[in-house]
């Protein structure tokens, strides 16, 4: 009974900043990488970010580099993702991924999953 639960979504204008909360129930996470992806209305699902059990590794898709910072918290079984200087192509439902593995950037090896997090930018 393992639950991912994404929080924070909204709207908000270009250059603006959000907070996504997700909260991991029915499994410690601690040894394990978390990460959020994205999908945009017909388009894939997308790597945003990623990082390692302990948190000592991030990692991040290209496009959010240097805007986006992502976090966890493993007392709370928890990971977060700070966007800052948000654009209109940033705009997609986000969702927080789990796995009991090292981390990685590919949303294959991630078995669970969020129910997603609306985000829109609006110009």
């Known amino acids: 009974q393992v639950q991912l639960v994404e929080s924070g979504g909204g709207l908000v204008q270009a250059g603006g900043s959000l907070r996504l909360s997700c909260a991991a129930s029915g499994r410690t996470f601690s040894n394990g990488a978390m990460g959020w992806f994205r999908q945009a209305p017909g388009k894939e699902r997308e790597f945003v970010a990623a990082?390692?059990?302990?948190?000592?590794?991030?990692y991040y898709a290209d496009s959010v580099k240097g805007r986006f910072t992502i976090s966890r918290d493993n007392a709370k079984n928890a990971e977060y993702l700070q966007m800052n200087m948000l654009k209109p192509e940033d705009t997609a439902v986000y969702y927080c991924?789990?796995?009991?593995?090292?981390?990685?950037?590919?949303?294959?090896?991630?078995?669970?999953w969020g129910q997603g997090t609306q985000v829109t930018v609006s110009s």
């Open positions: 990082i390692s059990g302990s948190g000592g590794s991030t």
């Open positions: 991924a789990a796995r009991l593995g090292i981390v990685t950037t590919s949303r294959y090896n991630y078995n669970y």
